[in-house]
């Protein structure tokens, strides 16, 4: 069975969240419930690590990352046709349609694949230090960004995260539209969002702060998730 949270609906333009962390931890509020699950929190880099890390530390979970990237049209790397996912098996989700209407070619896309992915595994590798992913089967994973606008890159991080077997699938978000939540609701067990802006232009139209996540932030929030849960881990994350 399939659930949605309910979310509030806000007038377009306003200023919701302070910044990503402050975003971060009042959707932690709505996801205490899920505290005593044994939850896995999973993090859209870069602006999502700064969400999850306040949602991974309220519920005392294990933060990890899931890299997505688009796949950009040929001659158009910022038109995305689809986007990839790594994982114990990679996962392409392609925008057929688009796909059509540009005259993709087989070679093309074969090409723009294996270029992403590797980015992929360069930054896995730079985010985790080494570590291995975050187990996720049978226990309740929580997916997180900063926000949603088509959702194309989301919907392929939810689907690499099912063929995990989670025991739940949970897609949590600060702020998206009602349309693109209601199409990816479809691929989780539940929703949790806090506004659903109508119209909705951007993602950082509703935050004071929405300067870029540098990779060093995104490492540093991992490492100090990581030695919060357990103390003895090396690394040099302090407190923050």
């Known amino acids: 069975m399939r659930l949605e949270t309910p979310w509030q609906k ?5 200023v ?3 910044d990503r962390r402050d975003a971060g931890r009042r959707l932690a509020g709505r996801l205490l419930p899920f505290r005593d699950e044994a939850p896995a929190v999973l993090a859209l880099p870069r602006g999502g690590v700064p969400v999850g890390y306040e949602v991974a530390r309220a519920l005392a979970a294990p933060l990890d990352v899931i ?14 046709i689809g986007a990839v996912v790594d994982g114990d098996s990679p996962l392409g989700v392609l925008n057929q349609e688009m796909m059509r209407a540009l005259g993709v070619s087989q070679d093309y896309l074969d090409r723009e694949v294996a270029a992403q992915l590797a980015e992929i595994r360069r930054r896995q590798s ?9 187990p996720i089967a049978g226990r309740t994973a929580i997916v997180v960004d900063d926000g949603l606008a088509t959702g194309s890159t989301m919907r392929a991080a939810l689907r690499s995260i099912r063929r995990a077997d989670p025991a739940r699938l949970v897609l949590a978000v600060p702020v ?16 949790v969002c806090l ?8 993602v950082g139209f509703f935050y004071r702060d929405f300067g870029q996540t540098t990779d060093d932030e995104v490492i540093h929030l991992l490492d100090v998730a990581r030695q919060a849960l357990d103390p003895h881990a090396r690394g040099d994350a302090r407190a923050v």
């Open 10 to 14: 806000a007038p377009a333009g306003d």
């Open 16 to 18: 919701l969240f302070e």
């Open 67 to 80: 890299v997505v990237r688009k796949l950009g049209a040929p001659g158009q790397p910022e038109l995305g």
């Open 126 to 134: 730079v985010y985790r230090g080494g570590r291995t992913r975050v």
């Open 176 to 191: 998206a539209p009602a349309a693109t939540l209601a199409e990816l609701a479809k691929e989780v067990d539940e929703t």
């Open 195 to 202: 506004a659903t802006p109508d119209p909705f232009y951007a």
